[in-house]
């Protein structure tokens, strides 16, 4: 397979959470993906896009959000990017401690780092790049 980037760029709206969607499927379809792989790519992507909508962009319609997809015979990435000022990402709370159990948040990035096999935040925290392992 030849080394293929792709990407979109779409509002802060949170219905256009069904074009990242959309588009993952596409991209499932193309390449092929497994199951268990594309069940935690549209999982931990959608996550991803959603918090830079909300947290990142704060459901701001003027700022967009950047996805970016590389893909190669052994991996498929995925940048997300916001225009918000980021987030300390390195003093994130346990979820599952249980003085944060019954917190209603702070869910998604922990299980964005279970579904992906890398996560790196960048910069001020204002994007993240995931890769999941296709063999």
């Given amino acids: 397979m030849i080394p ?3 990407t979109l760029k779409i509002p ?8 990242v969607e959309s588009f993952i499927d596409q991209i499932r379809e193309k390449y092929n993906l497994s199951d268990d792989v594309y069940g935690n790519v549209i999982v931990a992507v959608t996550e ?3 918090n830079a909508i ?3 962009n704060q459901n701001n319609k003027e700022k967009n959000v950047h ?10 990435s995925f940048s997300i ?3 918000g000022s980021g987030f300390n990402y390195n003093n994130l709370p346990d979820p599952t401690s249980p003085e944060n ?4 948040g702070g869910r998604g ?19 993240v790049n995931l890769k999941f392992y296709l063999s």
């Avoid at 159990?101 to 209603?104: A, E, K, R, T, V």
């Fill in 4 to 6: 293929e980037e792709l």
């Fill in 12 to 19: 802060s709206l949170p219905d256009n959470i069904r074009i």
């Fill in 48 to 50: 991803s896009v959603n």
């Fill in 54 to 56: 909300i947290h990142g």
């Fill in 67 to 76: 996805l970016g997809i590389a893909i190669d015979n052994n991996n498929i």
């Fill in 81 to 83: 990017e916001d225009e």
């Fill in 101 to 104: 159990i019954d917190q209603p």
């Fill in 109 to 127: 990035i922990f299980l964005i780092k279970h579904l992906a096999d890398e996560v790196h935040f960048i910069s001020s925290g204002n994007k």
